[in-house]
């Protein structure tokens, strides 16, 4: 699994990392942070680049764990898969197109020793194990980040994850304006649909749901009606074309 994230991440020398060794996994810590994390400033990575002085690099990862919000872990496999997976999250956020696909490329030697590369395309999700403990410390971890509420089912706390990443944090959502006012009181309506509580509760619930799918639809209707609006009022013409008088 490591191998493969550090394919995805495009690392020179993703078969050759040793994650029990110090000094390598120090290393790759370095690279993540200088070309996929960014983290911290360029100068202030001055002690993460130290990793021939692992007393002073073991005191600057502390610190950077802190900073990157990672949860408590027990061993260094954890913690590298850990950030392997934040750094694909950030690339893929960045580049979702990127990821729909990895490239394994496989060298054969010619009889003139030149290299020929052979691309097999290989999806990248189908080999993530969803119920691996890595996974869903990851998807805690981040549901923290995004103060999202606990749920018993990861996938679950996952899909509200994308919703928010969709609504507030994507390309889209650049220029939209926060949603302010007051919270809509749903379980204290008059509007009581059953005497059970526990049901009338998941009704409303269901409603809101229903009333936001509408909105948006409404409001790529209305996003459809003004794109037809500004391409009828400018139409692309070619005057030569045209024929005046007989």
Same mark, same amino acid.
């Given at each position: ?26 290393? @790759?810590? &370095? ?82 020793? $030149?290299?020929?590369? $052979? ?35 990861? &996938? ?45 509760? $998941? ?5 809101? &749901? ?6 948006? &639809? ?5 996003? @459809? ?22």
């Amino acid at each position: 699994m490591i191998k493969l994230k550090l394919e995805a991440l495009e690392h020179p020398t993703p078969s050759n990392v040793d994650i029990n060794d110090r000094k390598v996994f120090a290393s @790759t810590i &370095l690279w993540l942070e200088d070309q996929k994390i960014r983290q911290y400033r360029i100068e202030d990575r001055e002690d993460l680049r130290k990793v021939d002085q692992l007393d002073i690099w073991e005191q600057a990862y502390e610190n950077y764990k802190a900073d990157l919000g990672m949860p408590q872990f027990c061993t260094p496999i954890e913690e590298i898969t850990w950030v392997l997976g934040y750094a694909i999250r950030l690339e893929f956020l960045d580049a979702p197109e990127n990821y729909k696909a990895i490239n394994s490329i496989e060298v054969s030697k010619q009889q003139n020793k $030149s290299l020929a590369p $052979s691309i097999k395309a290989e999806n990248f999700f189908d080999n993530l194990d969803f119920n691996h403990k890595d996974f869903i410390a990851g998807v805690r971890s981040l549901a923290n980040k995004l103060k999202i509420p606990h749920h018993p089912n990861h &996938l679950v706390q996952l899909e509200a994850i994308a919703r928010v990443v969709h609504e507030r944090l994507s390309p889209s959502a650049k220029n939209r304006q926060p949603i302010t006012g007051t919270p809509f009181p749903f379980e204290k309506g008059n509007d009581v649909v059953t005497d059970d509580p526990a049901l009338d509760y $998941s009704v409303r619930i269901l409603r809101l &749901l229903q009333i936001q799918s509408l909105r948006q &639809l409404q409001t790529k209707i209305n996003e @459809t009606i003004v794109a037809v609006q500004d391409l009828i009022a400018n139409p692309k013409t070619d005057t030569k074309l045209g024929k005046v008088g007989r």
